[in-house]
């Protein structure tokens, strides 16, 4: 197993930025795709951005791209999530997971390929 933990959700301004970690335990975290998915309330959970296992190639939503930024530091064994110009439709709880499998490309779009979810972080975006 992967264990994951988000953070560094919180509330900011319409026009403002969140930095998201997910911090992953185990030896094997750098041979593993990660996503990053969010979930608003009454919706269903959908794909914001994904990585590969290096940090060479990556997939962004298109109600993200040019706006959010995925990143990871394998000697932290940590990944990152930029968010800049925040909007309110941006308001959800933002979770990460690894590939079901490893070094697999190209880059998985559904939830349905990724497992050991962390247990989420609330960001809050105010008009």
């Known amino acids: 197993q992967v264990p994951l933990v988000e953070s560094g959700g919180g509330t900011a301004q319409a026009g403002g930025s969140l930095r998201l970690s997910c911090a992953a335990s185990?030896?094997?975290?750098?041979?593993?795709?990660v996503g990053w998915f969010r979930q608003a309330p009454g919706k269903e959970r959908e794909f914001v951005a994904a990585?590969?296992?290096?940090?060479?190639?990556?997939v962004y939503a298109e109600t993200v791209r040019g706006r959010f930024t995925i990143s990871r530091d394998n000697a932290k064994n940590t990944v990152y999530l930029q968010m800049n110009s925040l909007k309110p439709e941006d308001t959800a709880i933002y979770y990460c997971?690894?590939?079901?499998?490893?070094?697999?490309?190209?880059?998985?779009?559904?939830?349905?390929?990724?497992?050991?979810w962390g247990q989420g972080t609330q960001v809050t975006v105010s008009s």
């Open positions: 185990g030896r094997t975290f750098s041979s593993y795709n």
């Open positions: 990585i590969n296992w290096s940090g060479a190639t990556t």
């Open positions: 997971a690894v590939d079901r499998f490893l070094l697999r490309l190209p880059l998985q779009l559904s939830p349905e390929e990724y497992v050991y």
